[in-house]
């Protein structure tokens, strides 16, 4: 890596910081685990929490208008958020979060993470309906 990308790395990550901290969400990821049985075969387990990461959610809206997701109970409003954290944040696709009564699933990850983490995360619902 030349001098100038890796001062511009730094420039970056110090401006993402300032960035995340404006608005920021301590969050706690759990991280689906799978368990071998004795059949030889794999159920899932019990979810790992992770270390509360500092991250800030975006909504994120090509267009000005409501995506909405049908359901057998109806069309719901389907709004789509970006987590954007650390370039070194532990996040992967499959782990999931609540946040301000919320359950979130994070979908996918930006691969490039020079400077910063952007996870691709959709809202799964209310908690007390996720968890019952």
Do not use: C
Not at 54 to 63: E, I
Not at 89 to 99: H, Q
Not at 111 to 121: D, F, G, L, V
């Amino acid at each position: 890596m030349v001098a100038r990308n890796r001062q511009e790395t730094r420039v970056q990550r110090r401006l993402l910081r300032k960035f995340v901290d404006a608005e920021p969400a301590d969050i706690v990821l759990f991280r689906p685990t799978m368990t071998g049985t004795v059949a030889g075969g794999l159920v899932k387990g019990t979810p790992t929490p992770l270390a509360a990461q500092h991250f800030r959610l975006v909504p994120f809206k090509k267009r000005l208008t409501q995506i909405t997701r049908d359901t057998p109970d109806g069309n719901i409003i389907n709004l789509a958020y970006v987590l954007i954290g650390e370039w070194d944040a532990d996040v992967k696709p499959g782990d999931y979060f609540e946040w301000e009564n919320g359950v979130y699933d994070v979908l996918s990850i930006e691969p490039n993470r020079s400077y910063r983490t952007a996870a691709n995360i959709t809202y799964r619902g209310q908690s007390d309906e996720v968890w019952g």
